[in-house]
């Protein structure tokens, strides 16, 4: 018999729903195993699946380049494989536990790449994130193996991994991937970093995190801020709110800047210069002003004579001591003036005498200042921080030593009785690296400084250059003696640069100590390749 058309077509239109229904089901249970949210997502973007991927077909994957990767710095060491090497496709995620400690990592490389994310299944194509405390490659270090169509990236600690992170999204920046070889790449100095002096010219929050995000991409791990000096104190404070500046940065503003700072493996260290380069905080105080026999104040420096002086700078020191979780905290301690008067004690005999009734009646003002720092690096220790002070805080002979439990920030010969920096290292002081001749940016250039230039830096500087244009010796010099250093911004003359001018002029001298405190070997691309480069891969 029979059957009428209509029941026909309504049984094969049945069937097909049923099949199409069926397959639906099936793609959505493999989706469901193996998909990734994309970049982008509302919260952590993660698969949950533990169940091996499938490979994307290998010639559907593109190719990557030949020879080492594109990086600022380079890397110290590529040995290049044959085979196809690794391009970003449009399969390509970023493997790492969305709930372990490199998920903030990844989900960074996920977003630049444009790439998925998953916990796990590596297949080809993809970037996967390693951290092995077994791992060779030092603490800062990495390794990244291109192989079979995919990246590893391995490191012994979260910087580490990193910073593998950052040759990989400036390579494929520059030339689109990665070949195929093992890089191995570690810094030469563990200290890396930029100086800024927000006490003379203010520089709003999100100035300083852009700075932040320049530096990461450099791979440099310290940021200084000298946010007290004459012209201003520039972050807020409790236990002595009067000496703070009416344009500053907010403690919830500093807060945003160190956790940015974290994430990015940067260290903030505040610095509280003192005795001298207080006249924000002597103006609400200037009782506490140091004068001379005539009467006469000192501009910036403070009565070190005077218990109520140590007091409000102990106070200030502890408060930013818990405000910045790091391991530094900068004392100062340079330009005092009452050590640099042709007769220190003739010309400050309320100093000289309190010095001998301290020390002995052999003491002098030096002593005095010496006792002085001494005195705040200790409550610096006490609040678990390691100080730094500048060279010039550190007074030769006399009856008081400085304490051999700090580290010095070399940067001039220019202070009165000079010392050359092989006395401090023959001392058993670290030295951190700013030289003024080369690594000190002034706004305005005053008394004969002049702007830093990168190729300067890139074709002469080295960290073992503390001074002037030569090298310490060899048993002084690497990183045991000189652990880094740093280029310095400071702001002398506020107004002679905006903003936007100094990030400007920092970019290349930045990126050139940036390479030389990777690795200070005689670079391999001439300046103008460096250059292009750096125009290409770090972000403005």
Request: charged share 25%; glycine share 8%; net charge negative.
């Amino acid at each position: 018999m029979q059957r009428a058309p209509w029941r026909i077509f309504a049984l094969a239109a049945a069937v097909l729903v049923i099949t199409v229904a069926a397959v639906v089901a099936v793609v959505q249970r493999t989706d469901d195993a193996t998909v990734t949210e994309r970049p982008g997502a509302a919260g952590r973007q993660a698969a949950t699946s533990h169940l091996p991927a499938t490979d994307p077909a290998p010639s559907a994957l593109p190719t990557g380049p030949s020879g080492a990767p594109s990086a600022i710095p380079s890397v110290r060491s590529f040995d290049e494989a044959s085979g196809p090497g690794w391009a970003p496709a449009d399969s390509t995620r970023v493997i790492a536990d969305p709930e372990g400690p490199l998920a903030d990592e990844a989900d960074r490389l996920a977003r630049e790449l444009d790439a998925g994310r998953a916990a796990d299944g590596t297949r080809a194509g993809d970037v996967e994130l390693v951290l092995d405390p077994d791992a060779d490659t030092g603490a800062e270090g990495y390794s990244l193996v291109t192989r079979d169509r995919r990246v590893t990236v391995t490191g012994s600690t979260e910087a580490g991994v990193f910073y593998g992170t950052r040759t990989v999204r400036q390579s494929v920046a520059d030339r689109g991937g990665l070949a195929n070889g093992t890089v191995e790449d570690r810094p030469d100095r563990p200290q890396r970093g930029l100086m800024l002096d927000i006490a003379r010219k203010h520089f709003p929050a999100d100035w300083i995190e852009d700075r932040l995000r320049e530096m990461a991409e450099l791979k440099l791990n310290q940021l200084q801020l000298h946010f007290s000096d004459d012209q201003g104190f520039r972050v807020a404070s409790e236990s002595h709110p009067e000496v703070v500046s009416d344009t500053h940065l907010s403690k919830d503003e500093v807060r945003g800047i160190i956790d940015l700072a974290e994430s990015l493996h940067i260290t903030v260290i505040p610095e509280i210069d003192s005795p001298g380069h207080l006249g924000a905080v002597l103006a609400a105080h200037p009782d506490l002003q140091l004068t001379r026999a005539d009467g006469s104040p000192v501009d910036g420096a403070i009565d070190i004579a005077d218990p109520a002086a140590a007091d409000i700078v102990d106070d200030l020191i502890r408060e930013y001591a818990d405000l910045f979780p790091g391991r530094w905290l900068h004392l100062g301690g340079d330009e005092y003036a009452a050590v640099t008067a042709e007769d220190p004690e003739a010309a400050h005999p309320g100093l000289a005498e309190a010095a001998r009734d301290a020390h002995g009646e052999d003491a002098g003002v030096r002593d005095l200042a010496t006792a002085w720092l001494n005195d705040r690096a200790e409550t610096a220790r006490e609040a678990g921080k390691v100080p730094q002070v500048w060279n010039d805080g550190m007074h030769r002979g006399g009856v008081v030593a400085p304490d051999q439990d700090r580290q010095v920030t070399y940067w001039t010969g220019r202070e009165l009785g000079a010392r050359e920096p092989e006395e401090y290292l023959e001392g058993g002081w670290q030295l951190v690296n700013l030289n003024s001749e080369y690594l000190y940016y002034v706004l305005g250039e005053p008394n004969e400084f002049t702007y830093p230039t990168g190729e300067r830096i890139y074709r002469e500087w080295t960290p073992d250059v503390l001074r002037g244009d030569r090298p310490v010796p060899g048993d002084l010099a690497g990183a045991r003696h000189v652990p880094g250093g740093r280029l310095a911004v400071w702001c002398d003359l506020a107004d002679a640069q905006t903003p936007e001018q100094v990030a400007d002029g920092i970019r290349l001298p930045l990126a050139a100590v940036a390479q030389k405190l990777w690795n200070p070997d005689e670079p391999g691309a001439s300046w103008e390749e460096f250059t292009r480069l750096a125009q290409r891969v770090a972000p403005a």
